[in-house]
T-cell receptor
């Protein structure tokens, strides 16, 4: 069975400091992994995706994520947080069977 | 703007009623997905259609049904509504030349907020 665990429900950082949002997955097959962001009262926007090419994936707005098969992780990072990064972030896995599984979400707070 | 449109934006109805949510995918996308987002369940995948055919089923209740029409727009029908059906319902679409592959990026619409009173 496939599953996604986002290890933190809330993360709070100061503006200009690094961001780390953690995601572990479980999959019987080679997964496709995604990070989406949802700003308040908005739809979801793709940040980046991993599809078995390079393990370090660069996305929009300075975000990147590294696929680590040995650790079954796909953590999202950004070197320097901006106030506009405050939002909810979802880690997503898709595997054989075409089902899409979302993590519970991590709400990122950015302090001035 | 993702290019995916959903109507209506808001819907308020009573228990026991039936509603229809509509989704128009991005131009050229063959796959349509439906999701439910609620505070207690988070984001749940409901169902996927690819070029008019059902492709995958998630946690969709029997009271819910969907279809994709020849012009590729999709409708999600929710019947015998209960208070617990109150949620944000998202539609997403993706390119279909790969047959709706797992690697496809899904583009999400703005959602329909359903309130059941």
């Amino acid at each position: 069975a496939q599953s996604v665990t986002q290890l933190d429900s809330h993360v709070s950082v100061s503006e200009g400091t690094p961001v780390l949002l953690r995601c572990n997955y479980s999959s019987s097959y080679s997964p496709s992994l995604f990070w989406y962001v949802q700003h308040p009262n908005k739809g979801l926007q793709l940040l980046l995706k991993y599809t078995s090419a390079a393990t370090l994936v660069k996305g929009i707005n300075g975000f990147e994520a590294e696929f680590k098969k040995s650790e079954t992780s796909f953590h999202l990072t950004k070197p320097s947080a901006h106030m506009s990064d405050a939002a909810e972030y979802f880690c997503v896995v898709r595997t054989g069977g075409f089902k899409t599984i979302f993590g519970a979400g991590t709400r990122l707070f950015v302090k001035a | 703007d993702s290019g995916v449109t959903q109507t209506p934006k808001h819907l308020i109805t009573a228990t026991g009623q039936r509603v229809t949510l509509r989704c128009s995918p991005r131009s050229g996308d063959l796959s349509v997905y439906w999701y439910q987002q609620s505070l207690d369940q988070g984001l749940q995948f409901l169902i996927q259609y690819y070029n008019g055919e059902e492709r995958a089923k998630g946690n969709i209740l029997e009271r819910f049904s969907a279809q994709q029409f020849p012009d590729l727009h999709s409708e999600l029908n929710l019947s015998s509504l209960e208070l617990g059906d109150s949620a944000l319902y998202f539609c997403a679409s993706s390119g279909g030349t790969s047959g709706g592959a797992n690697t496809d990026t899904q583009y999400f619409g703005p959602g329909t907020r359903l309130t059941v009173l």
